[in-house]
């Protein structure tokens, strides 16, 4: 039995999403079009109002409506301070923290040659003219803790060092109420590598 073009696309696009197979595509599909119609719907509006409305904070490159989103247009952030973070998740994430209260710049991605994905490929361009516009005084590098991430980091620490600025990276460690017994060893060794005083 042949699938028909329309379902046949609906599956091909659903596989698009990350984590989504053929076969959890195919379950997506047949759900939505056999049991949720409505759900269909809402999910077709919902892309294309966000596909129609979205674009690119002008100073920090997340998702926004207008063009400075509504972190970037808070006067009471600390403008000196910029946190370069790899996807709006993890700028969302930093924002739940309550920890930081300065600005953000997001790479939408990261340095990984493998998957020919270089610095022309990311926004390292538009971060480098944010970083020296006068008013950053310390960016900070929250790219995640992966090779791509940290090879991300490094390249864009020296650069930004060659123009003055002053760079750090977030911690590692161990994680809020872990147990040693339970944390890999790789977390343990850079914990008591980044040991402070106390």
């Given amino acids: 039995m042949s ?6 696309a609906l599956i091909a696009a659903l596989k698009t999403l990350p984590g989504i197979g053929p076969k959890s595509a195919q379950r997506m599909a047949f759900h939505l079009m056999q049991r949720d119609q409505k759900g269909a719907a809402d999910l077709a ?26 972190v970037c247009s808070d006067e009471k ?12 998740t993890d700028l969302m994430m930093l924002e739940q ?23 022309n490929d990311i926004a390292l361009q538009r971060l480098l003219e944010r970083a020296s516009d006068g008013t950053v ?7 995640n803790f992966t090779t791509e991430g940290e090879a991300t980091a490094h390249y864009l620490a020296e650069m930004l060092r060659a123009r003055g600025l002053k760079v ?8 809020v109420g872990g147990e040693l017994e339970h944390v890999d060893a790789g977390t343990l060794a850079q914990a ?6 106390v």
């Fill in 3 to 8: 699938t028909p073009p329309s379902l046949h």
């Fill in 45 to 70: 509006t919902a892309l294309n109002n966000a596909l129609g409305k979205l674009k690119h904070c002008s100073l920090c490159n997340t998702f926004a409506e207008v063009d400075l989103c509504d």
């Fill in 77 to 88: 952030r600390q403008h000196n301070l910029l946190c370069v973070v790899e996807m709006p």
């Fill in 97 to 119: 923290t309550l920890a930081f209260h300065g600005l953000y710049f997001v790479l939408m991605g990261r340095l990984s040659p493998l998957d020919g994905i270089g610095p």
């Fill in 137 to 143: 005084e310390e960016v900070i590098l929250a790219t």
């Fill in 168 to 175: 750090s990276r977030i911690a590692r460690g161990m994680p």
């Fill in 192 to 197: 008591m590598l980044e040991r402070r005083s």
